[in-house]
């Protein structure tokens, strides 16, 4: 049973029982107000803990916020992009979260910590003093009380009447507190009730309200969740990728390293070990420097650099070089030396040593003006196989069979493309179908050859060709628009460069590309993405010229080149691109909210420069859609700069009317290219000079090279220039910027981006 009522009418008999009642409420309430005081203490301590992780989640959001993925190469993915963003994110998300943390501990020292230390002071307090009261008037009642009724009752009557009336007093006093003090007793046994628990349902609601601006925050944050998860599985594809190549690469130059030593053609560069000669009796010591020898201008730079000293770099010397000589062993005991006279010391000889006998034959050879002996042999592995395939008929012949028995034998089948055949069995299919004598052999009803064999084997052929499908000429214009611009402007670009292939290079690309698309709408049951597709035929149908590390980092671009040519393989196979589409506008330049310049999005791709002057305006090709005469795309869909058209021609420049109706009316490249040629062969495109004569060119004065506008340009900055479309810059060269161009117009120099204009 709980607590036993206190009735009112038992405080005029002040019975034990009573007293026990109130002793029973009395320890209640001392119950309640430990309770409660501890409570609070753990209250406060949870704020303080809750204070000390948001200060540690706000420092980790602060250092997820501060670091950034460094990439190899000049340009990352989408996919990389966003995953170095993803950190940022993370932090604001933290950040947000804290945020709600914060509020919600606010919250709980408003709702919770002040009501109920409240209730402990103000009411269990009034009841401390009550009972005080109540004690003091017992104490002084039941004293009097005795004291009466010890009085002789030979007093007087009237000092008995007068104790009679001060007990009788104090008795109403005592039982008025008395009945006070079982009321207050009473009402803080209910008010606890709910003056407790309602601060504490408050404290739970804003718990809850936390927990539900958390559970919305990762509402909000699924959809980029997601979407990371989609990037990160693409990167680790690529990487996937990109590391057998990178092994391969390693593999090969393991092998024969002296093949893949000298990559520039302009220098070559090791470690030589140069001899020093001291006064006597100190002799000579030999002293490791790297030096690289640049063959046009004959100069040998050497910079000291000792590996063992923490790699530190010393200062670099430069000797002109007049001749070198083999130094025998029996003039100087030590292997593999050369004496190099100096024109600019006459008389003075170097003695340098190489590392090895390779290496010696190989800096013999550089210096003595012959070709290396390391010079690059190309893609000599892709001949080992003694395979000759050619993008012939037959070739062409053998890929409609191969997609033919794939569409109808594998579409559905696990990991296609990816699961690879056994290589005997997939080169001796190769050998079979590239034979003219033995490749009429229906592939489709054909089950001597798995799928995956005949996978395998339409990979290899690809891969064994002379050339890659997509050209070493077009590789870099490819892969630029990848690393960079809008989804639009990339499909626009890329759009322009595959209708430059060669007419049977891009009539196999769009087989397969059409062949690829069916693969991927099969995904489901086959598992192979757009992006999954893209890692396997990327490195497939484009490659570079060399094998470099650099060009392996390039193989996540490959991809992306590879997946537009898949998601958009109707319109790009489909339509021709011509003038007056969306990818030859001008490219977009962001808008003037970006303060710094460098923020800004450039077109990646440009359109390769055309000598105009070589071009003849009566050329067969001139107006045609030929692959040499044609342009690609730029990066937007449209220019944002306003500029003159050309019925709005300024008066100045009312010459170059026939270039801005060409221009401005659709005309090809070709055409447009013609017009301007005739003008700069003909001398009739003209500029006056600051001081109002003409230049021996018809161009502004000026030295350095000239480029001329093709786009309208409306400056954002004070460093960059307005034009219209014809404009000729004088003395342009290149800006630290990247992307930009400086030059002069109209007496003032600035800024030009790189891809409004063509240089003369």
Known sequence: ????????????????????????????????????????????????????????????????????????????????????????????????????????????????????????????????????????????????????????????????????????????????????????????????????????????????????QGYELANDFNHYKKALQINIQNTRSRFEGTRVEVFELMKRIREVPQEYRQTSPISSEGYLYVQEKRPPPFGSSWVKRYCTFVKEQKILHMVTFDHRSGGKIGETESVTLKSCVRKTTDMLDRRFCLDIEITDRPGTVLTVQSLSEDDHKFWIHAMGGKEPVGQYLGKTHLKERGIDAQLDDVGLSFVKNAISAIETRGINDQGLYRVVGVSSKVQKLLSLMIDEKSNDVDLSTCEDWDVKTVTSTLKLYMRSLPEPLMTYGLYKDFIAPAKGGSPESRSQAIHCLVHKLPEKNRLVLGLLMKHLATVAAHSKLNLMTVANLGVVFGPTLMRPQEDTVAAIMDLKFQNIVVEILIEQHEKIFGDVPDASSPGLSAPTRQSKKLSVRQNRPLAVYNPKSVDLQTVSPTSPDVGSNSDEASLGSNESVSSQSSGATASETPPEKANHAPLLASLSSGDSPGACIAVAASWLNSGALTKVGSDGDKTEDGVTGGGGKKAMAVYPCEAEHDSELSFQVGAIFSAVAPSREPGWLEGELEGKRGLIPENYVEML
Do not use: W
Request: hydrophobic share 30%.
């Open 1 to 212: 049973m709980g607590l036993h009522p206190l009735e009112f009418s038992e405080c005029y008999l002040d019975s034990p029982g009573f007293r026990e009642k109130i002793k029973a409420h009395e320890a209640e309430l001392d119950k309640t107000n430990r309770f409660i005081k501890e409570l609070y203490k753990d209250g406060k301590n949870l704020i303080n803990a809750t204070k000390q992780l948001a200060l540690a989640q706000r420092k980790f959001a602060h250092s997820l916020g501060e670091f950034q993925f460094e990439y190899i190469g000049d340009a990352k993915t989408d996919d990389e992009r966003c995953i170095d963003e993803s950190l940022q994110e993370f932090s604001n998300f933290l950040k947000n979260l804290e945020d709600q943390r914060e509020l919600m501990m606010r919250n709980i020292t408003e709702t919770l910590m002040k009501p109920l230390e409240k209730f402990r002071k103000e009411q269990l307090g009034s009841a401390k003093e009550e009972r005080k009261k109540y004690e003091k008037e017992t104490e002084k009642y039941y004293s009097s009380l005795e004291k009466l009724l010890n009085m002789s009752a030979k007093k007087k009557e009237p000092q008995l009447q007068e104790a009679d009336n001060l007990v009788e007093t104090m008795r109403q006093h005592f039982q008025e507190e008395s009945l006070d003090y079982v009321c207050k007793l009473q009402e803080i046994q209910e008010r606890k009730k709910f003056d407790c628990v309602e601060p504490m349902l408050a404290f739970f609601q804003t718990v809850f309200t936390f927990y539900h």
